[in-house]
T-cell receptor, first 114, second 115 residues
Framework: GNSVTQMEGPVTLSEEAFLTINCTYT??????LFWYVQYPGEGLQLLLK?????DKGSNKGFEATYRKETTSFHLEKGSVQVSDSAVYFC?????????????FGSGTRLSIRP | NAGVTQTPKFRVLKTGQSMTLLCAQD?????MYWYRQDPGMGLRLIHY???????AKGEVPDGYNVSRLKKQNFLLGLESAAPSQTSVYFC??????????????FGPGTRLTVT
């Protein structure tokens, strides 16, 4: 079945460091891929998305490229800020679902030190 | 637009008690979902609905019931709460599957503790 695997946390970095959070997926066909972010005490928000191979999603300085050959969608940011501290979820859309279901990874907690 | 709202934000129940969580969305979305979030396990789908009057089971439906009497509301019920249902519950909604991105919009969550 479809699944998403992302690196375990927590990840702790200093402000202005480079960030990579790895995500790989298993899916039939060509799903859409997402990164969601959850700030403390809040619900999930869509951070970025990519709908086909080689697409790059970007938002708020974060980027991720849909790599079909490696079935990956790694999240990157060149210079993190304290305000980026949150839990990040990689996810894919289930193309064969009758209800646009999304399959989530287990989440990676990111903490940024001032 | 308020987006997706959830009521209540927090609740403590004793084992065996019942309660209903309410989700409302004002985006005219066809699809609605209930998830639970537990540490280290991401989000797991409990039940979902593809339209008014329809519901279906997700990944972890046991111990829960749902109803969608109006398009904008999706209710999650616990008939006899158990400590294993201690979790954070999220509601989400999305457009019909012909939308190219299948993006889901989430509510702020309900933190439920069962003692």
């Amino acid at each position: 079945g479809n699944s998403v695997t992302q690196m375990e946390g927590p990840v702790t970095l200093s402000e202005e460091a480079f960030l990579t959070i790895n995500c790989t997926y298993t899916a039939t066909g060509y799903p859409s891929l997402f990164w969601y972010v959850q700030y403390p005490g809040e619900g999930l928000q869509l951070l970025l998305k990519a709908t086909k191979a080689d697409d790059k999603g970007s938002n708020k300085g974060f980027e991720a490229t849909y790599r079909k050959e490696t079935t990956s969608f790694h999240l990157e940011k060149g210079s993190v800020q304290v305000s980026d501290s949150a839990v990040y979820f990689c996810a894919l859309s289930d193309l064969y679902s009758s209800a646009s279901k999304i399959i989530f990874g287990s989440g990676t907690r990111l903490s940024i030190r001032p | 637009n308020a987006g997706v709202t959830q009521t209540p934000k927090f609740r403590v129940l004793k084992t065996g008690q019942s309660m209903t969580l309410l989700c409302a969305q004002d985006m005219n979305h066809e699809y609605m979902y209930w998830y639970r979030q537990d540490p280290g396990m991401g989000l797991r789908l409990i039940h979902y609905s593809v339209g008014e009057g329809t519901t279906a089971k997700g990944e972890v439906p046991d111990g829960y019931n749902v109803s969608r009497l109006k398009k904008q509301n999706f209710l999650l019920g616990l008939e006899s709460a158990a400590p294993s249902q201690t979790s954070v519950y999220f509601c989400a909604s999305s457009h019909h599957r012909t939308s190219e991105t299948y993006e889901q919009y989430f509510g702020p969550g309900t933190r439920l503790t069962v003692t």
